[in-house]
């Protein structure tokens, strides 16, 4: 087992990695859930017939009155109405302020559960069971939840860091191949903005048959590097940008498509790639990363650019929860596995990307 601790003021947690360890899930969430009575395990129609009936058993073997609730799977479940609809489930089945939360599910189970967490009778514990490759080594870790509004993604959120991370690497095997390699983009991220040579490595390692191999690995390098940040600036206002390196064009990606024709991972693919040629352009990235950065996508099968009109990109990057007044912050590379936090004019951005 490889774990990882997250250490906050007046609060840690840890990140225990191993495969199979979704058996010990009971056993390990009442040694951090000392005083619940009762579990509320969320999860989706995708990953509940799949992992579901065996977390929510082992639950109860370690003394928990156990109920599961199932949200339709996709991102469109990230909303207020299903909010609402969990908090009224939660409370059906008595949850106090002394029970618990688990997440189990991919981001959009996390961030609903978590929210839902958050602010359901001010806050109760709740811990992350990631299945997904990319809640495994990003929006599990750092206790951001949130839902969409109509407006545009994560804008009804809040900072509610989980008891516990519970990561099985084995649950990756059920994905299917573009889940996984959605996971990949933000694997790539990580290389891209903090380790160069863990960017080499996935030079070497491409395949999904590879990266399996390497699983435990890359899942711990992934969740180091988050965590290192994340100690350093919980609350996202300053270091914690360098982690939506090619997050800002990406929402506009996924606003072009309306959050159903790209994914996220898809969308964050061709958001680093454009955002890497547009470190070029300001004379800030050197002009051999973004080759490196487009091969390694497409060996990935991840796209490295998506059309987006200018009204698209005008619209997501006058919402961006980064920006403030007329200026934004865009993260840029000033060589590979440094990523900085550069102010810009949002309509100057807006012409460099035209």
Not at 48 to 63: C, D, E, F, I, K
Not at 313 to 323: P, Q, T
């Amino acid at each position: 087992m490889r774990t990882i601790r997250v250490t906050l003021p007046g609060r840690s947690y840890p990140i225990p990695i191993e495969r199979g360890i979704l058996d010990a899930a009971g056993v390990v969430s009442r040694s951090f859930l000392l005083h619940a009575t009762r579990i509320a395990v969320v999860t989706d129609s995708n990953v509940g017939p799949l992992y579901a009936s065996r977390v929510a058993t082992r639950m109860a073997s370690a003394g928990f009155q156990v109920k599961v609730i199932t949200i339709p799977a996709g991102e469109s479940s990230k909303s207020m109405e299903m909010l609402s609809y969990l908090y009224g489930e939660l409370l059906d089945f008595g949850l106090t302020r002394t029970d618990a939360i688990a997440a189990l599910g991919g981001g959009v189970v996390g961030d609903l559960a978590g929210f839902a967490a958050a602010t359901i009778l001010r806050g109760v514990d709740f811990i992350q069971i990631p299945t997904t490759l990319l809640a495994q080594v990003d929006s599990s870790v750092g206790g951001k939840v949130a839902v969409d509004l109509p407006q545009g993604k994560n804008l009804a959120g809040a900072f509610w860091q989980p008891k516990l991370v519970l990561i099985d690497p084995e649950t990756l095997e059920t994905l299917p191949q573009q889940v996984f390699m959605d996971g990949m983009a933000e694997v790539v991220k990580y290389g891209c903005i903090k380790d160069s040579a863990f960017f080499d490595f996935l030079e070497a390692h491409y395949s999904r048959k590879l990266l399996m191999d390497e699983m435990e690995h890359i899942v711990a390098t992934c969740c180091s590097i988050k965590r290192d940040v994340v100690e350093k600036d919980e609350r996202d206002t300053g270091e914690r940008m360098l982690l939506n390196f090619g997050h800002t064009l990406g929402h506009a990606y996924e606003l072009a498509g309306q959050y159903t024709q790209w994914s996220h991972g898809q969308a964050v693919a061709a958001g680093m790639c454009d955002a890497a040629k547009l470190g070029v352009k300001l004379g800030v990235t050197p002009e051999n990363v973004p080759g490196r950065i487009q091969r390694l996508l497409e060996r990935l099968e991840l796209p490295t650019h998506i059309d987006c009109p200018a009204e698209t990109y005008a619209a997501a990057i006058g919402l961006d929860k980064k920006s403030s007044g007329d200026e934004i912050r865009v993260i840029l590379l000033e060589e590979m596995g440094k990523a900085v936090a550069r102010r810009m004019n949002r309509q100057k951005l807006l012409e460099e990307l035209a």
